[in-house]
């Protein structure tokens, strides 16, 4: 399994278009990589304020979704 580390900032105003039907999310890792990956693995971090802090996302060796922490 490999991990990949992001600082994620997503206001409810952009966490309402993801309802909406924009489902992808375009970061920049920690180490400078650029990553998309489906808004969906955060929906269990929403609060009020929207989605954030930075989360460890752990993926197979053939680049699949396995699992979201959040570090901070």
């Given amino acids: 399994m490999d991990i990949i ?3 994620i900032h997503l206001s409810p105003e952009e966490v309402q278009r993801a309802y909406e039907g ?3 999310v375009f970061a920049v890792a920690l180490d ?3 990553l998309r990956f489906p808004v969906r693995i955060l929906w269990q971090f929403i609060g009020h ?3 954030h802090g930075r989360f460890r996302i752990h993926y197979s060796a053939n680049k699949q979704f396995e ?3 959040r570090l901070l």
């Fill in 5 to 7: 580390d992001v600082d």
């Fill in 22 to 24: 924009v489902d992808q």
């Fill in 32 to 34: 400078g990589r650029s």
């Fill in 49 to 51: 304020d929207g989605i």
């Fill in 67 to 69: 699992s979201v922490t």
